[in-house]
Nanobody
Framework: QVQLVESGGGLVQPGGSLRLSCAAS????????MGWYRQAPGKEREVVAT????????????NYIPSVRGRFFISRDNAKKTVYLQMNNLKLEDTGVYYC??????????WGQGTQVTVSS
């Protein structure tokens, strides 16, 4: 059974930082691209960042939507089957529920509970 467990969200002031974690089950993690998504209040869920699976001689490749590029950094720890999202210089518009799931050609699994990120002064 595929499991995705997100954590690390919280309330932070503009300009602050958070580090999100996503513990994934073997089924979806190994060999697959992974991504972080967010759903802002009243909006549809959108992908924020993706990271490819590392292959021999080629490190994982990360991609970001323009609004977070240079502020967010996605990484993965294959030994722990965990995907991270380091979020710096947070803005009000980064508020939302953050989820992880497969990305690219990886079929989406059932969504986890997500982790709430609230940026507020």
């Amino acid at each position: 059974q595929v499991q995705l467990v997100e954590s690390g969200g919280g309330l932070v002031q503009p300009g602050g930082s958070l580090r999100l974690s996503c513990a994934a089950s073997e089924t979806i993690y190994s060999g697959n691209d992974m991504g972080w998504y967010r759903q802002a209040p009243g909006k549809e869920r959108e992908v924020v960042a993706t990271i490819s699976y590392e292959t021999i001689g080629v490190g994982p490749i990360a991609n970001y939507i323009p609004s977070v590029r240079g502020r967010f950094f996605i990484s993965r720890d294959n030994a722990k089957k965990t995907v991270y999202l380091q979020m710096n210089n947070l803005k009000l518009e980064d508020t939302g529920v953050y989820y992880c799931n497969g990305a690219g050609r990886t079929p989406l699994a059932a969504w986890g509970q997500g982790t709430q990120v609230t940026v507020s002064s």
